[in-house]
C-alpha cells in the first residue's frame, strides 16, 4: 500500500496563499486531494490524472486551488490562492484505485495523515 505524506500546511490570513505537498512512497496514477472540517464530512476538492493530463476540482475551489504533480519524484501538490477562513480544515490527500473516482471516499486506496490549514480572517 501506497505511503503518502502530506506537509506545508499551516496558518495563513484570509486573501492569502499556502501550496500544500504530498509525497508518495511509489507511483500512484489517479490521485486526489480532499479535507475535513470539525463536525464535517470529509470532502473532496481536486484530482488529477496519472500523467497530470486531467484534472478535477471542487466548484467552490475553482479558481483558486489547482492541483499539480511531478510524476517523476512522486509528488503531489495543492497551491491555494485566495484563502478564506471557511477553508479552514484539516486537508489530506490520497491515492485513487485505478478505475476510481476521484472524488469517492470508497474510492480511496490510501490517506495520508492529514496537514492543518487554519485562515484567519
Known amino acids: 500500500q501506497v505511503q503518502l505524506v502530506e506537509s506545508g500546511g499551516g496558518l495563513a490570513q484570509a486573501g492569502g496563499s499556502l501550496r500544500l505537498s504530498c509525497a508518495a512512497s511509489e507511483r500512484t496514477l489517479r490521485m486526489s486531494w480532499f479535507r475535513q472540517a470539525p463536525g464535517q464530512e470529509r470532502e473532496f476538492l481536486a484530482g488529477?490524472?496519472?500523467?497530470?493530463?486531467?484534472?478535477y476540482y471542487r466548484d467552490s475551489v475553482k479558481g483558486r486551488f489547482t492541483i499539480s504533480r511531478d510524476k517523476d519524484k512522486n509528488l503531489l501538490y495543492l497551491q491555494m490562492n485566495s484563502l478564506k477562513p471557511e477553508d479552514t480544515a484539516m486537508y489530506y490527500c490520497a491515492a485513487i484505485t485505478p478505475e476510481g473516482r476521484y472524488y469517492a471516499l470508497s474510492d480511496v486506496a490510501s490517506w495520508g495523515q492529514g496537514t492543518q490549514v487554519t485562515v484567519s480572517s
Open positions: 488529477i490524472s496519472g500523467f497530470g493530463g486531467s484534472t
